[in-house]
């Protein structure tokens, strides 16, 4: 059963613009991550947000959290090519176990 | 820096076959998970392990065990592969029993299946 759901499902935009993808879940939380994966390998873990938590960041990366609405975003600011990958939220969903999300792919543009 | 390793990038099996995919994590790390990877199915859970000889079914286990004799390896098996198993099989590891923190995966095994 899927928890996390990306949305859109695929994102194109230029260099040096920024990214936006949404996380959206069903039931409570502890935490949510984001994962990055280039295409073929992987996954990469980017950023952990606690239930307790509403906004972190990571060099580039901003993460929200709105549990009222049971949302996540990530932005991406002034993006490079290489940060072209497939991108997914994960959910708790207790006991150690994770629900991916079927994930949002990211072209970069030159 | 955690490395977690799987022992093939490629791997094309015959139906029927019986299949071993091996993963090694060097940091120590208490739970260990596989993962099927499918196009747009996203990644769902075959199997985790929070021990040694401890496993537990994720939302697919049907067609595949699993082996956990030390801490560091955890093995996928597929006892007589089909060609429905012909997946992307991700592997990864996490530091504490009952916590859901961060996880780190290997880089992959893609299984075909004829």
């Known amino acids: 059963s899927q928890q996390g759901e990306e949305d859109p499902q695929a994102l194109s935009i230029q260099e040096g613009e920024n990214a936006t993808m949404n996380c959206s879940y069903k039931?409570?939380?502890?935490?949510l991550q984001w994962y990055r994966q280039n295409s073929g390998r992987g996954l990469v873990h980017l950023i952990l947000?606690?239930?307790?938590?509403r906004e972190k960041h990571s060099g580039r990366l901003r993460v929200t959290l709105d549990t009222s609405k049971k949302s996540s975003s990530l932005l991406i600011t002034a993006s490079r090519a290489a940060d072209t990958a497939s991108y997914f939220c994960a959910t708790d969903k207790g006991a150690q176990k994770l629900v991916f999300g079927q994930g949002t792919r990211l072209t970069i543009n030159p | 820096d955690v490395k977690v390793t799987q022992s093939s990038r490629y791997l094309v099996k015959r139906t029927g076959e019986k299949v071993f995919l091996e993963c090694v994590q060097d940091?120590?790390?208490?739970?260990m998970f596989w993962y099927r990877q499918d196009p747009g199915l996203g990644l769902r859970l075959i199997y985790f392990s929070y021990d040694v000889k401890m496993k537990e079914k994720g939302d697919i286990p049907e067609g595949y065990s699993v082996s956990r004799e030390k801490k560091e390896r955890f093995s996928l098996i597929l006892e007589s592969a089909s060609t429905n198993q012909t997946s992307m099989y991700l592997c990864?590891?996490?530091?504490?029993?009952?916590?859901?923190?961060?996880?780190?995966f290997g880089p992959g095994t893609r299984l075909t299946v004829l």
């Open positions: 947000i606690r239930s307790n938590e």
């Open positions: 039931t409570s939380i502890n935490n």
């Open positions: 990864a590891s996490s530091l504490f029993r009952g916590s859901t923190d961060t996880q780190y």
């Open positions: 940091m120590d790390h208490e739970n």
